[in-house]
């Protein structure tokens, strides 16, 4: 049992989080193969059906981005548009991601007292990545919510994010039960 962890940070080099995180996962390789979509495809093109392979050879999926504009980066909805397709995730014979954990690790740069319903963005981030769990629901996926930092901006100490990381792991860890 392994799960894949899809990366879709923009630039890995100008990151701390989902650097930490990559690095914390990568000493981690009996649980996870972690695949940046930034250094597999530096020109952008993502190749399909390499992806569903990839996808397909792993029991468990993880997108892993930092939030953008309350959403994610370009190159993961460029990975659910391209690689989520009629006849592998939905329609007929799409049954690809049928019962398999999904999972979603994002990071925040706001602090998690401002993404509520009373905060100061009138969400949660719960609220916010529904439309990944709807996408996941429609293709019959079993999705298992996410893992989250929250606060990037807000210049977490070392070890806080050192921790963060290895509860991330956890969090994989969980996923593979
Ligand atoms: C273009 C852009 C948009 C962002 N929008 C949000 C946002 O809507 N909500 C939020 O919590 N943080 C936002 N941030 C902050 C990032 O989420 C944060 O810097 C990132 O998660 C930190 O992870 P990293 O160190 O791996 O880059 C934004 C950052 C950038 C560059």
Known sequence: MKALIVVGHPDLSGSIIN???????????????????ADEYP?????A????????????????????????????KQWLDEVLTDGWAYGAGGNALQG?????????????????????????LQELL???ETTFSYCHADYRSFFALYGAEHD?????????AEEYVGFVKDLLR
């Open 43 to 47: 020109d952008g093109r993502i190749d």
């Open 49 to 76: 059906a390499r992806e569903r392979g990839i996808v397909d050879a792993h029991d468990v999926l993880v997108l892993q981005f930092p939030v953008y504009w309350f959403n994610c980066p370009p190159v993961v």
């Open 100 to 124: 398999k954990p999904v999972a979603l690790a994002v990071s925040a740069g706001i602090a998690q007292s401002d993404y509520s319903p009373q905060g100061r963005y009138g969400h949660s």
């Open 156 to 164: 977490p100490s070392e070890d806080e994010v050192a921790r963060n």
């Open 19 to 37: 650097r930490h995180w990559v690095d914390a996962l990568r000493r981690h390789d009996e649980l996870c193969d972690v695949h940046v979509l």
């Open 130 to 132: 529904t439309p990944f």
